[in-house]
């Protein structure tokens, strides 16, 4: 089945420093992926849309200039937290669809990435 | 914009019994496909059963099975014969034309022995 690989898994960082976190669709292509937050006991919160091949959407109240995202290729977004600060520890998912199957296939999810900046 | 609705924070249920969770979704759209998922103290996001928004069947998936209801804009889970596996959060989600999926607020579910 359709693979979605994500990136570290987990990572302490400190304060003002810069995370990637990447995002690999590992069987299938995608032209599309999705980068959701979620807190703790919480939901998951649509950041972006990545795009291979231009630049992301972004979701209402999610700073682009610190969280970038570059999605280079058919099958790899990655997502940057700038000059991190505690506030942004979270968990990071990300998502993508297998566009070789029908449209009603579902997103396919990342294992997560556990963000914890000190 | 779409908004997905889960009213119920947390639920309980004796394990073999059987337990319905809560979802209602607001759209504009005619066109869009809602799912439920599930996400264990992992994290890791599972596709417990999805739901074409032109198919007036409901969709079954062993054990879960859903009612929607277009004209109510609802969409209920049901799990029967609850197995102590199943204790996760649960949640509720509207895709849209766009491909993004948007999640209701979440249930807790706990299966009691």
């Known amino acids: 089945g359709a693979v979605v690989s994500q990136h570290p898994s987990w990572v302490i960082c400190k304060s003002g420093t810069s995370v990637k976190i990447e995002c690999r669709s590992l069987d299938f292509q995608a032209t599309t992926m999705f980068w959701y937050r979620q807190f703790p006991k919480q939901s998951l919160m649509l950041m972006a849309t990545?795009?291979?091949?231009?630049?992301?959407?972004?979701e209402q109240g999610v700073e682009k200039d610190k969280f970038l995202i570059n999605h280079a290729s058919l099958t790899l977004s990655t997502l940057t937290v700038t000059s991190a600060h505690p506030e942004d520890s979270s968990f990071y998912i990300c998502?993508?669809?297998?566009?070789?199957?029908?449209?009603?296939?579902?997103?396919?999810f990342g294992n997560g990435t556990r963000l914890t900046v000190t | 914009a779409q908004t997905v609705t889960q009213s119920q924070p947390e639920m309980s249920v004796q394990e073999a019994e059987t337990v319905t969770l809560s979802c209602t979704y607001d759209t504009s759209e005619s066109d869009y496909y809602l799912f439920w998922y599930k996400q264990p103290p992992s994290r890791q996001m599972i596709l417990v059963i999805r739901q074409e928004a032109y198919k007036q069947q409901n969709a079954t998936e062993n054990r879960f099975s859903v009612n929607f209801q277009k004209a109510a804009k609802s969409f209920s889970l049901k799990i029967s014969d609850s197995q102590l596996g199943d204790a996760a959060m649960y949640f509720c989600?509207?895709?849209?034309?766009?491909?993004?999926?948007?999640f209701g607020q979440g249930t807790t579910l706990q299966v009691k022995p």
């Open positions: 989600a509207y895709r849209s034309n766009t491909g993004k999926l948007i």
């Open positions: 998502s993508a669809r297998d566009l070789g199957r029908m449209n009603n296939s579902p997103l396919h």
């Open positions: 990545s795009n291979e091949g231009s630049k992301a959407t972004y």
